[in-house]
């Protein structure tokens, strides 16, 4: 059991919201909760020793997330985001099973582009893992092979490494980004679902595109819905921060490699004041 009492709620109203990803990319979702919840504290933990998870195999993910969300439960985490779509398609129903705090996990957002969509044709961008994890399958048979709706999987190994780098636009990999969104133009795609924490940091470069070319297309990402389910369980729960909590804590991030780069790079995406503290 990784504990952590969700009883002790006095105490659990001023504990932390524990942040989980293989790398720099989930800052994107911490964003969302930030926004959302300002009187919140965060700690963000980041496993870039072994970054990208998308390329392990299922058993490497479950073991290192379990490892990384002990972690975030010793520091006295009151609920725990895994903010990673490879983590959360090999790990989440493991991590529930052992958890006392409540854990929320990512899914492509599959569901709102079905929604949205006007041809039927949506395209899911993610990692390898993810593309072959079960949650995906499982949201596909339940809410787009029901209305005939046809959805295109991708993976492009270099785009979390390109994001970790800063995303120069003058990299091959934004012509591989630019590439692919091209084909599906034409194969009527009008809904591309950003399947990784990482890819909502080239949303701009991408719509841009998508924009100059006034390509009937849109981007969509899960960012926002995680962080109304993250509101909602600490309503549930009645562990959420008081209103009159100080605003504006900076992050406290940690790193299982914390380089001068992986400094560097959280700083540019968090948007916000950042503490870089050592275990």
Known sequence: ??????????????????????????LSVLRHLVQLMPNERYIYYADTKNV?????????ILFLTLQAVDWLCKKGCKLVVIACNSASAHALTALRERCSVPIVGLVPAVKPACQITQTGQIAVLATQATLQGKLLAQVI??????????????FE?????????????????????????????????????????????FRQFLQAWIDDNAV??????????????????????????????????PLQFYASQLTDDVQMTAKRLADMSVSFLVD
């Open 216 to 249: 009937p297309m849109t981007l969509i990402d899960s960012g926002v819905a995680i962080a109304r389910r993250v509101q909602s369980l600490l309503a549930v729960f009645q562990i959420a921060s008081p209103d009159d909590a100080p605003h504006g804590e």
């Open 141 to 154: 048979d339940e809410v787009a092979t029901p209305m005939g709706i046809s959805v295109y999987k991708h």
């Open 1 to 26: 059991m990784i504990n952590q009492n969700v009883d002790a709620l006095p105490n659990l109203a001023h504990a932390p919201i524990g942040v989980f990803d293989s790398g720099v990319g989930g």
């Open 157 to 201: 190994p270099m785009l979390v490494p390109w994001v970790e780098q800063g995303m120069p636009i003058t990299h091959q990999v934004a012509d591989l980004l630019i590439e692919q969104t091209s084909q599906w133009r034409q194969m009527g795609v009008d809904v591309i679902v950003l399947g990784c924490t990482h890819y909502p940091f």
């Open 52 to 60: 990208p998870y998308g390329n392990k195999s299922a058993d490497e």
